[in-house]
Nanobody
Framework: VQLQASGGGLVQAGGSLRLSCAASGRTLSSYDMGWFRQAPGKEREFVAAIRWSGGSTDYADSVRGRFTISRDNPRSTVYLQMNSLKPEDTAVYFC?????????????????WGRGTQVTVSS
């Protein structure tokens, strides 16, 4: 499956963005999915994940309460709604599918990485 993240942009602190992750080649509906981000000079870090059914979600402490992950399986798309954005949320955001057990958060626990989308939050 090939993944493509979109929806990034430039936003002021306190603003919102919604990212989308679309699949081509195969449906996402049977995969647990996740979002990661990578800021300049930093390692890629886990942001959020969602079970294939949408029944369970997992969030990094840094985004819990501000970001919401969701999915639309008929459209084979996963979303990341980002509210109350902070300058420290500035990064390239990637989506990927979980290839390990649910709850895993390491980069190596995810696969099918696509190109990311840049999110820049100005102060």
């Amino acid at each position: 499956v090939q993944l493509q993240a979109s929806g990034g942009g430039l936003v002021q602190a306190g603003g919102s963005l919604r990212l989308s992750c679309a699949a081509s080649g195969r449906t996402l509906s049977s995969y647990d999915m996740g979002w990661f981000r990578q800021a300049p000079g930093k390692e890629r870090e886990f942001v959020a994940a969602i079970r294939w059914s949408g029944g369970s979600t997992d969030y990094a402490d840094s985004v819990r309460g501000r970001f919401t992950i969701s999915r639309d399986n008929p459209r084979s798309t996963v979303y990341l709604q980002m509210n109350s954005l902070k300058p420290e949320d500035t990064a390239v955001y990637f989506c990927a599918r979980l290839v390990a057990v649910w709850g895993a958060r390491r980069v190596n626990d995810f696969g099918s990485w696509g190109r990311g989308t840049q999110v820049t939050v100005s102060s």
